[in-house]
């Protein structure tokens, strides 16, 4: 059994509590989180808690750690479990700067010990399904994507003050896992060029962006994220994985290549009957499904087989990252009405270091 240790026990950090203590091939070794609510959750779970995490990490010796604590935290944390040679996996965003995501990869590299970054979605049937797609050539080259997350979060979202100030919008909560899926899908970002807006709600932090990305390879796309518009075109809805979201079949993301174009998370690939058939003639239509394993329970597997080094990590620090400073980009582009490279983002954490 593969012994892992939870910090932070709050609503994502309770998700993975459960997940622990139901996984035939790990169990939950300790509860770090001064809430009374996690005194509780331990009691309920019988295991042991903790109000500090370096007390926790050297009485229990955990095999691994999943970091599920305020952004702040996620590097300082990381770097004690890098330090004891305990295997992290550390929630998005991997560190709130470009900066202090450079500490955590610098010291998971120096140090040879793994840290995943928990961007669920690589580990959702449809994108795994998308991947295995434009990898077996099926698309041929990808030419533009195309995607989009809209959706209407409720007002009483917003009484936590940090959800109204910079950091705190769809940005770094929502967009950074469209951009991990693009990076994932398509390629690494070349540059960004993005408006954002805060007319929806008025508040400081964003509620809407528009984004142009060039990738390395040459490929162009598009992505439209608002959490203040109702729509059935985000991947919460449409790919039936996420935790706290109704299923709505659909599409939220296109991928069109030289040979054929892919929807996700409908998963319809749609082709000419025969390569370089006339534009004017039907196109075909086919089914890639995902199939029914579950996200969450996914990247758990991935996690334990990353501790232990059965697997490389999906997401390292070093692609966390690069996901988190291409995210920064859309929002500097915005302010600064210009383009922003990838390049120029990944300096701060070369200059910090
Ligand atoms: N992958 C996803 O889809 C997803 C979803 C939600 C949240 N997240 C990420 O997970 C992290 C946590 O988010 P959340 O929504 O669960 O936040 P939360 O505020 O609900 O929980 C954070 C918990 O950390 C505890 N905590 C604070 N300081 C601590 C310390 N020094 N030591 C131990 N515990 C401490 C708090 O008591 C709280 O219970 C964030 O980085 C967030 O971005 C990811």
Same mark, same amino acid.
């Given at each position: 059994?593969?012994?892992?240790? @939870?910090l932070? %026990?709050?609503?994502?950090?309770?998700?993975?509590a459960?997940?622990?203590?139901?996984?035939?091939?790990?169990?939950?070794?300790?509860?770090c989180?001064?809430?009374?609510?996690?005194?509780?959750?331990?009691?309920?779970?019988?295991?042991?808690?903790?109000?500090?995490?370096a007390?926790?990490?050297?009485?229990?010796?955990?095999? +691994?750690?999943?970091?599920? $604590?305020?952004?702040?935290?996620?590097?300082?944390a990381?770097?004690?479990?890098?330090?004891?040679?305990?295997?992290?996996?550390?929630?998005?965003?991997?560190?709130?700067?470009?900066?202090?995501?450079?500490?955590?990869?610098? %010291?998971?590299?120096?140090?040879?010990?793994?840290?995943?970054?928990?961007h669920?979605?690589?580990?959702?049937?449809?994108?795994?399904?998308?991947?295995?797609?434009?990898?077996?050539?099926?698309?041929?080259q990808?030419?533009?994507?195309?995607?989009?997350?809209?959706?209407?979060?409720?007002?009483?979202?917003?009484?936590?003050?940090?959800?109204?100030?910079?950091?705190?919008?769809?940005?770094?909560?929502?967009l950074?896992h469209?951009?991990?899926v693009?990076?994932?899908?398509?390629g690494?970002?070349?540059?960004?060029?993005?408006?954002?807006?805060?007319?929806?709600?008025?508040?400081?932090?964003?509620?809407?962006?528009?984004?142009?990305?060039?990738?390395?390879?040459?490929? $162009?796309?598009?992505?439209?994220?608002?959490d203040?518009?109702?729509?059935?075109?985000?991947?919460?809805?449409?790919? +039936?994985? %996420?935790?706290?979201h109704?299923?709505?079949? +659909?599409p939220?993301?296109?991928?069109?290549?030289?040979?054929?174009a892919?929807?996700?998370?409908?998963?319809?690939?749609?082709?000419?009957?025969?390569?370089?058939? *006339?534009?004017?003639?039907?196109?075909?239509?086919?089914?890639?499904p995902g199939?029914?394993?579950l996200?969450?329970?996914?990247? @758990?597997? *991935?996690?334990?087989?990353?501790?232990?080094?059965?697997?490389?990590?999906?997401?390292?620090?070093?692609?966390?990252?690069?996901?988190?400073?291409?995210t920064?980009?859309?929002?500097?582009?915005?302010?600064?009405?210009?383009?922003?490279?990838?390049?120029e983002?990944?300096?701060?954490?070369?200059?910090?270091?």
């Amino acid at each position: 059994m593969t012994r892992i240790a @939870l910090l932070g %026990a709050g609503l994502i950090g309770r998700e993975h509590a459960e997940l622990l203590t139901s996984h035939p091939g790990a169990t939950l070794a300790a509860i770090c989180d001064p809430s009374g609510e996690a005194v509780q959750l331990a009691a309920r779970l019988g295991v042991p808690h903790f109000a500090e995490y370096a007390p926790m990490l050297d009485a229990v010796k955990p095999d +691994g750690a999943i970091i599920a $604590l305020p952004n702040h935290l996620h590097a300082p944390a990381a770097l004690a479990c890098i330090e004891r040679n305990v295997v992290c996996m550390i929630e998005k965003p991997i560190a709130e700067s470009v900066a202090a995501a450079a500490r955590i990869t610098a %010291a998971s590299e120096s140090a040879g010990v793994p840290v995943l970054v928990g961007h669920q979605r690589r580990h959702s049937p449809d994108i795994r399904s998308a991947k295995r797609t434009i990898e077996a050539g099926e698309l041929g080259q990808l030419v533009a994507v195309n995607g989009m997350t809209l959706f209407d979060k409720p007002d009483n979202y917003f009484d936590a003050t940090w959800r109204k100030q910079p950091g705190g919008g769809v940005l770094l909560i929502n967009l950074i896992h469209d951009i991990d899926v693009l990076r994932h899908l398509v390629g690494e970002i070349d540059s960004i060029r993005a408006f954002t807006s805060s007319a929806r709600r008025g508040f400081e932090v964003e509620d809407t962006a528009s984004i142009a990305i060039r990738f390395v390879n040459g490929v $162009l796309g598009t992505f439209l994220i608002s959490d203040g518009a109702v729509s059935p075109w985000a991947w919460e809805y449409t790919s +039936g994985q %996420a935790l706290y979201h109704p299923t709505q079949p +659909g599409p939220c993301l296109f991928l069109a290549g030289r040979k054929a174009a892919l929807s996700v998370s409908d998963m319809y690939l749609w082709r000419h009957a025969n390569e370089n058939e *006339h534009w004017q003639h039907p196109l075909v239509r086919e089914h890639r499904p995902g199939g029914l394993s579950l996200t969450y329970v996914n990247q @758990l597997d *991935h996690f334990i087989a990353v501790i232990r080094r059965e697997a490389e990590p999906l997401i390292s620090a070093r692609d966390g990252m690069a996901t988190l400073a291409a995210t920064l980009a859309v929002d500097r582009s915005s302010r600064e009405d210009r383009t922003v490279t990838l390049t120029e983002m990944l300096a701060e954490g070369t200059n910090a270091a």
